[in-house]
């Protein structure tokens, strides 16, 4: 039996690689696809485990030759994409696949995938989401103004998805997505 594919998408900031790093940790049975980026690893980052660190050619010469599913500029700064192979091997072994990717991606994913399953996180509130981007203090002033004016218009997009599902506590918003991921018909749309 083939599975389905779940992509979890959501703003700038909400904490969707700490909810996938959960996942990673504590849930082995789910299979967390391994995007690659031209963005240097940060420290702690394993290449091959946290992304495939390649070079911008490396890159450009996977997506010319259609081995991305899906494949995105995030912030201006970085390219990241999703390979293929991979995902088509999860599925066709019956694995519990999950893509953590941005909302340009998730496009991508439903008009090449539209029978996979949309889950958005989002914050417990726009203020919430505001102070964990000023918290996280990796960014400067003008790239914050910058993902803040991104992610007003990443919220607006929650309508497009099947399931929201909020990040008010890593941990339950981690299994209340594994739960999501495990019963396959129940948020089903027509
Ligand atoms: P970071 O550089 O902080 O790890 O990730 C930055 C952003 O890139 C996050 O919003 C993350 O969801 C997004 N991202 C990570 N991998 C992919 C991918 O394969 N495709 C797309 N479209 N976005 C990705």
């Known amino acids: 039996m083939t599975s389905r594919l779940t992509v979890l998408a959501g703003?700038?900031?909400?904490?969707?690689?700490?909810?996938?790093?959960?996942?990673?940790?504590?849930?082995?049975?789910?299979?967390?696809?391994?995007?690659?980026?031209?963005?240097?690893?940060?420290?702690?980052e394993v290449d091959g485990r946290h992304y495939h660190f390649v070079s911008g050619e490396d890159f450009a010469d996977m997506v010319s030759k259609g081995e991305m599913l899906e494949w995105?500029?995030?912030?201006?700064?970085?390219?990241?994409?999703?390979?293929?192979?991979?995902?088509?091997?999860?599925?066709?072994?019956?694995r519990l696949p999950l893509l953590e990717i941005d909302l340009q991606g998730a496009r991508q994913v439903r008009a090449a995938m539209p029978e996979a399953?949309?889950?958005?996180?989002?914050?417990?509130?726009?203020?919430?989401?505001?102070?964990?981007?000023v918290g996280r203090g990796t960014e400067t002033e003008e790239e914050r103004a910058v993902r803040l004016e991104t992610a007003k218009?990443?919220?607006?997009?929650?309508?497009e998805f099947d399931a929201v599902v909020v990040n008010d506590e890593v941990r339950r918003a981690a299994e209340e997505l594994v739960s999501l991921m495990r019963?396959?018909?129940?948020?089903?749309?027509?």
Request: glycine share 8%.
């Open 153 to 159: 218009v990443e919220m607006a997009a929650q309508g």
């Open 117 to 133: 399953r949309f889950v958005f996180l989002a914050p417990p509130s726009w203020d919430d989401l505001v102070s964990r981007l």
């Open 183 to 190: 019963s396959p018909e129940l948020d089903d749309k027509d």
């Open 11 to 44: 703003p700038t900031a909400v904490g969707k690689g700490t909810v996938a790093a959960y996942i990673r940790e504590h849930h082995p049975e789910v299979w967390l696809s391994v995007s690659a980026t031209t963005r240097p690893a940060r420290p702690g």
């Open 72 to 94: 995105a500029v995030v912030h201006g700064r970085a390219s990241y994409g999703t390979p293929r192979g991979p995902v088509e091997q999860a599925l066709a072994d019956g």
